[in-house]
T-cell receptor
Framework: GDSVTQMEGPVTLSEEAFLTINCTYT??????LFWYVQYPGEGLQLLLK?????DKGSNKGFEATYRKETTSFHLEKGSVQVSDSAVYFC??????????????FGQGTTLQVKP | DSGVTQTPKHLITATGQRVTLRCSPR?????VYWYQQSLDQGLQFLIQ???????AKGNILERFSAQQFPDLHSELNLSSLELGDSALYFC?????????????FGSGTRLTVV
């Protein structure tokens, strides 16, 4: 079945450092890809998305590009802030899911940014 | 406030008991999804309802059931509870049936089975 694999955390960075969180997927066809963020004590929030190959999703300085050839959707940010400390989830909606938008999530990667 | 309301926020109950978790979707959203988040299993899709009808089912145990009412709120019923059912249960909603535009998640119900 379809699956998502994320780099293990926690990831600890200093403020203004460059961030990369790796995400690869296994799926048939062309799934839609997402990054969600979960702040402590809160529900998940959509960070960005890409629905077809070579699409770049971006939001709040974060970006990720849908790479079909490497089945990857790595999350990047050029300069992280303390407020970016959270758990980041990569997810996909299986291709051909004509009547459901169920998401398959990776395990999540905890990011801690130190001042 | 995301617009998706889950109650209660915390629930502590004993093994063998039954509980009901409630979710009110964002205004105008017809789809409701339930997810379970645990340390060992991560985030797992349980079930989806669209406008009152079951649309998709995931790794939901037979001891668990759900429904969506005419006012579109949804309830997740968990029975014969076991210690392993302790988890954070999230509800999410969206306008249609596809997540191409992303869900809106509630803040979750933390269930502790003792």
């Amino acid at each position: 079945g379809d699956s998502v694999t994320q780099m293990e955390g926690p990831v600890t960075l200093s403020e203004e450092a460059f961030l990369t969180i790796n995400c690869t997927y296994t799926a048939t066809g062309y799934p839609s890809l997402f990054w969600y963020v979960q702040y402590p004590g809160e529900g998940l929030q959509l960070l960005l998305k890409a629905t077809k190959a070579d699409d770049k999703g971006s939001n709040k300085g974060f970006e990720a590009t849908y790479r079909k050839e490497t089945t990857s959707f790595h999350l990047e940010k050029g300069s992280v802030q303390v407020s970016d400390s959270a758990v980041y989830f990569c997810a996909l909606t299986p291709w051909g899911s004509s009547n459901t938008g169920k998401l398959i999530f990776g395990q999540g990667t905890t990011l801690q940014v130190k001042p | 406030d995301s617009g998706v309301t889950q109650t209660p926020k915390h629930l502590i109950t004993a093994t063998g008991q039954r509980v009901t978790l409630r979710c009110s979707p964002r205004s105008g959203d017809l789809s409701v999804y339930w997810y379970q988040q645990s340390l060992d299993q991560g985030l797992q899709f349980l079930i989806q309802y669209y406008n009152g009808e079951e649309r998709a089912k995931g790794n939901i145990l037979e001891r668990f059931s759900a429904q969506q009412f005419p006012d579109l709120h949804s309830e997740l019923n968990l029975s014969s509870l076991e210690l392993g059912d302790s988890a954070l249960y999230f509800c999410a909603s969206e306008t249609g049936t596809l997540s191409n535009y992303g869900y809106t998640f509630g803040s979750g119900t933390r269930l502790t089975v003792v």
